[in-house]
């Protein structure tokens, strides 16, 4: 008998990718009876010999030696029940009054995938589900927990019987759900909105299914956290936190593993780091020893948590490991070791919750930042499929709010459950090897086709909203449909038979137009004529290129080597002594980590760069040409020959009424262990640079005063990032990237990466993505940084409609630092309407929410849905208004019920 090998081969310590002609046979198998009192005396003895190793030169070590040796002496006598009388009365001997507690919980962390890809994932809950009941139909002691609302919902699909078996035990509190999310997900790149979903979805299922509410969030295995967790969790109620991968940092220990976390907006959450440092313990007196001896909050907590049970491929706790924890329940020169659930553990450490240290901001992990960029077809797709979705629900809410939920009760229905669908996609592809991009290739196909199932899903959702909302009849016209909570004015693509006025024909045959769109809403998409035309000349070899608002050069090999803002003099690129810098370099570096390939980027790769678009590098350049020379859009075009593998082509473009330069990039991808990298050499000086986070953005150091700021060398980001002095900077802006690097006056953009295991063919491919730069003065607040990122991610939307109905707005905002980022039905198919938005600029604010429907109440709702304390409002002409005050980086629900 043979089967195909999905799991990695192993070539020394390193995950290769897995071998496909590799097969295994069956030649034997064996079927035992248990003898018991063998079985236990073996367990007896190997307790006590662990002990004795541990314990020695204690005397209580030499009191199991002796106890051990007394055994084997009655055994070879064969008094086996004078042997076992005499592990008996040792293991009796009880610890003080003070012996510090272990809570031993049994867990069986899965990977929804990795070295495997979800359908194994499937067939690995049944198993590891069904031996842990077997198990507790023994030990009635034995508690179990399990995270990830997805592997329950599979083990109820696919496992019927299965899954009412556990919940039986779970009815007992002996198999409990953890955790609160659909997945345990990457805790860096997914956003905010992504964060609230993942534990909407996970709660319901647990609640629906099983009547329980998680109360923690469990995430033992990921890649970093960031800042903005502790924020998110307070808006789904909770409180307790739970993980241990900072114990893999490279250079410094983290100092607590029992603490309280405050986020950026000043929430703070208990947070324990097992001082086991692991989620698969064996239930070994040694580890007991080290969880105790590695605590690093003695004296302030006398009690931590002992996850224990095979992970990773789940399997969970065995036999062997429930009979050392029997023993080791009370034994003297051990720390006491009790069953606990994960509500009992909590519930003692919060009675010490006072003794606890506190830590500020993101909890960086100084290792496996090179999956903010390995697998970037992951990180598109899922930044497209989270605005996609975005936008879907806003147009579903519109059309439930200006029809009413009688006329759109259907349409309703139906939506939500393919919303449901879509959004579980996409959180099943945010598991943390999954979208990190640390998988075998054998998983990416089936997690693209996922990902383009659910914005197939969004857009039909948006299709059947619009369509309900426009209806199909009357004379059309094309609109502008803007998604966001402001007015726009942006340049847009257009077809059209004839020219219109103020159009600029396009390279492609179809025509750029200025046109404008009010805050959620639509409007004709006539052209405007700009103000300022954009203008192109050449001067000595450098494109200049202007537009009223800023002023850039680009030198030949695509390099900006100037860049202002209009009524400004200070360039982001030349020094005022003419000492040239520049911005867009691309830069290769050499990327051979000491051991996970496509997980880590150690920092001594930044000691090997190479920039390709620089005269002089020896590499291929086709010099700049100006393609499009405005008046409403100027195309710039050059490309290089990386290599016989790998060639990019980009587009550098300047719109009309556009606040940055857009560098279009087309690249086909085929190196081995490279790193390549777009790097901004620039005139600022700046102590810290601003990254944007989930609901929010973080501050960090540019300098490497200490191991601590030396170690985030590759750090992670949203939309943008903004290096600046206090009233004038430069902001990056990106459509599908999240690895960073800001150090002195320099800021760079990951772009791709080439790791070869455990995938060898990762990102060997063609790649398309935009960044553009944003020069500006003022702070990044006053600049609006924040909205500019949004409108780069989320461009004007085209679309024919009744031309009745052409011009309308949904929500708009009075004041400033508030963002609307949801605008979604309830989950409840009631009709009401879920609105939730963030303070992003990190300070105080008053606010007024203005919106175009006919409210009958508002609520504080937090991010389950679940409706709390009403709000004062107005309705006046149609037109409902609220009053909101905000805290800095806050994250606020409202829940609104319409009037029929």
């Known amino acids: 008998m043979a089967a195909n090998r999905i799991m990695g081969a192993s070539s020394g310590d390193l995950i290769d990718p897995p071998d496909p002609a590799l097969f295994f046979t069956l030649s034997r198998a064996e079927i035992a009876r248990l003898d018991t009192r063998v079985y236990k005396l073996t367990r007896d003895l190997e307790v006590l010999h662990q002990l004795a190793q541990q314990l020695i030169p204690d005397q209580r070590g030499y009191q199991a030696l002796y106890t051990a040796n007394q055994m084997v002496n009655s055994i070879t006598a064969g008094d086996d029940s004078g042997a076992s009388d005499l592990a008996d009365q040792y293991l009796a001997k009880g610890n003080g009054a003070r012996a510090h507690t272990l809570a031993a919980i049994g867990n069986c962390h899965i990977d929804s995938a990795w070295l495997w890809p979800y359908s194994e994932t499937k067939r690995k809950v049944a198993r590891s589900f069904s031996s842990q009941l077997k198990l507790m139909d023994d030990y009635p002691e034995f508690i179990f927990v399990a995270s990830q609302a997805q592997q329950w919902a599979w083990c109820k699909q696919y496992y019927p019987e299965l899954f009412e078996r556990v919940k039986a035990r779970v009815a007992e509190g002996r198999f409990l759900p953890v955790g609160s999310t659909w997945v345990e997900m990457d805790g860096n790149i997914p956003s905010g909105e992504s964060f609230v979903r993942q534990f909407l979805h996970g709660q319901r299922f647990y609640q629906q299914e099983l009547g329980i509410t998680c109360k923690e969030f469990w995430l033992p295995d990921t890649f970093g956290y960031s800042a903005q967790i502790p924020a998110l969790m307070k808006h789904v ?97 051990c720390p006491k070791m009790q069953m606990m659930t994960p509500d009992e553990f909590f519930g003692q450490l919060e009675k010490e919750q006072h003794n606890l240290c506190r830590w500020v901001g993101e909890l960086f992990l100084e290792r496996h930042n090179g999956t903010y960029t390995t697998q970037a077809a992951m990180k598109r797709l899922c930044r497209q499929a989270e605005f996609r979705l975005r936008d879907a629900e806003f147009l579903l809410t519109q059309a439930v709010a200006v029809l009413g939920i009688s006329t759109t009760s259907l349409l309703l229905k139906q939506s939500l459950e393919t919303l449901e669908g879509a959004w579980k996609k996409v959180m099943l592809n945010q598991f943390h090897d999954v979208l990190p991009g640390s998988g075998i290739a054998l998983i990416y196909p089936e997690a693209e086709r996922l990902y383009q199932e659910a914005m197939e899903a969004a857009l039909a959702v948006w299709n059947a909203a619009a369509d309900a909302i426009f209806g199909s009849d009357g004379e059309k016209t094309q609109v502008a449909l803007n998604t966001l909570q402001w007015a726009r004015t942006e340049v847009v693509k257009v077809a059209s038979s004839t020219a219109q006025k103020g159009a600029q024909r396009a390279e492609d045959g179809l025509q750029y137009a200025l046109v404008a769109a009010p805050p959620m809403g639509s409007a004709p998409a006539q052209a405007i004529v700009p103000s300022t035309p954009v203008t192109v000349e050449v001067v000595d070899g450098v494109v200049v290129v202007d537009n009223g608002l800023l002023r850039a050069e ?147 150091p540019t300098h490497v005063n200490t191991s601590w700021d030396s170690a985030r060398y590759e750090v992670c980001g949203h939309k943008w990032a903004d290096l600046s002095e206090p009233d004038w900077g430069m902001a990056l802006l990106n459509d599908s990237k999240y690895g960073w690097m800001a150090r002195g006056h320099q800021l760079s953009l990951s772009l791709l990466r080439s790791p070869k295991a455990p995938d060898d063919t990762a990102d060997m491919r063609h790649h398309t ?132």
């Open 554 to 700: 680009i030198n030949s090999w695509g390099q900006v080597i100037s860049l202002v803002v209009a009524g400004d003099d200070r360039d982001v690129f030349r020094k005022a002594d003419g000492t040239q810098l520049a911005g867009n370099q691309l830069v290769l570096f050499d990327d051979q980590p000491i051991y996970w390939d496509a997980w880590d980027v150690m920092d001594y790769h930044l000691e090997t760069p190479t920039v390709l678009n620089v005269e002089g590098s020896g590499y291929a350049v086709t010099p700049v040409t100006v393609v499009e020379s405005g008046p409403v859009m100027a195309r710039l075009r050059w490309g290089i020959t990386i290599s016989p593998n790998s060639s990019l082509t980009q587009d550098i473009e300047l719109a009309a009424a556009s606040p940055y330069l857009t560098c279009s990039t087309s690249v086909t991808w085929g190196e081995n262990r490279k790193f390549l990298k777009a790097v901004f050499d620039t005139n600022i000086r700046a102590q810290n640079a601003s990254f944007d986070i989930q609901f929010g953005h973080l501050q960090r």
């Open 237 to 333: 109620g909770l409180t307790r936190f739970l993980t241990q991968k900072l114990s893999w940092n490279t250079v410094n220990k983290f100092p607590h593993h029992n603490f309280v976390w405050e986020g950026i907006d000043g929430t703070p959450v208990l947070a324990h780091f097992p001082p086991g440092e692991s989620y698969g313990m064996s239930v070994k007196v040694e580890e007991a020893a080290h969880t105790v001896d590695n605590l690093q909050d003695k004296g302030r907590v006398s009690i931590s948590a002992f996850l224990f049970g095979y992970g990773d491929g789940g399997g969970g706790p065995t036999q062997d490991m429930l009979e050392r924890t029997r023993r080791l329940k009370d034994t003297d020169g």
């Open 769 to 900: 993505f935009q960044y553009a730069i944003l020069p500006h003065t003022g702070t990044l607040q006053e600049a609006e940084v924040v909205r500019r990122g949004y409108e780069f991610n989320n461009p004007l939307t085209l679309l024919q409609v009744p031309q009745d109905r052409a011009e309308w707005s949904a929500v708009s905002v009075e004041g400033t630092g508030a963002v609307v980022h949801t605008v979604k039905p309830a989950e409840d198919g009631t009709g009401d309407v879920i609105l939730r938005l963030y303070e992003s600029n990190g300070a105080k604010t008053k606010i007024t929410l203005k919106l175009w429907w006919r409210v009958s109440s508002v609520a504080e709702c937090d991010g389950l849905e679940v409706g709390g304390a009403a709000l004062p409002f107005t309705l006046s002409d149609g037109v409902t208004t609220i009053p909101l005050s905000l805290a800095p980086f806050t994250i606020r629900a409202l829940r609104l019920s319409l009037l029929a």
